[in-house]
């Protein structure tokens, strides 16, 4: 079974993903280090991946019908799974670390409101069949790996629609 690990860039998807007792897929390595990119967004100056190449080669490596939990990790990994975690991370939180890697301004703002506005969740819902959300704000990756164990092995339920960031945005009129 192919779970989808995903979520707004920090919030903690890579992090958490080196925790977990699975084999994880780390999609944005596969698109730079297998070519499977249609070439790279100007204005992002990110790769622009190549989703139907990528598409094949994930069900290389993680046949469709098989048993075993595969974590696709990546911020579009939702749309190669039936099962989706979304990790969300506060308004406040994000910035900062958004900051920390030395994303631009403008591309900050983006994934904050991305954030606020429930994008990759709603993404997640319409693509997938089964979606559970974390909040991971003061939670250490540890802490969040176990729930995403707890999650994956049925023992606990975490069914989306409990966080709401709007409240912590600004938006410009």
């Known amino acids: 079974m192919r779970a989808a690990l995903t979520g707004t860039p ?3 998807k890579t992090t958490v993903a080196k925790l977990l ?4 897929i780390d999609l944005n390595a596969l698109v730079r280090d297998e070519g499977l990119s249609l070439g790279t967004d ?7 991946a190549d989703v139907d190449a990528l598409a094949e080669r994930v069900e290389e490596l993680a046949p469709e019908g098989d048993e075993e939990i595969v974590i696709l990790e990546g911020h579009f ?21 958004l ?10 703002r983006e994934n904050l409101e991305a954030e606020a506005l429930d994008v990759i969740l709603v993404e997640a819902a319409e693509w997938c069949d089964r ?9 250490s990756p540890q802490e969040v ?15 989306p629609g409990n966080i709401d960031w709007t409240g912590e945005m600004e938006f410009d009129p």
């Open 99 to 108: 900051k920390l890697r030395g994303y631009p301004e403008k591309k900050v």
């Open 21 to 24: 007792p699975y084999r994880v």
């Open 10 to 12: 920090g919030t903690g």
């Open 42 to 48: 100007p204005e992002r100056g990110c790769l622009i």
């Open 77 to 97: 990994s939702h749309q190669l799974a039936s099962e989706a975690i979304v990790l969300r991370t506060s308004p406040g939180v994000l910035r900062e670390r």
């Open 145 to 159: 790996a176990d729930l995403v164990v707890r999650i994956l092995g049925r023992v606990i339920a975490m069914p």
């Open 131 to 139: 979606v559970s959300e974390i909040d991971t704000t003061g939670k």
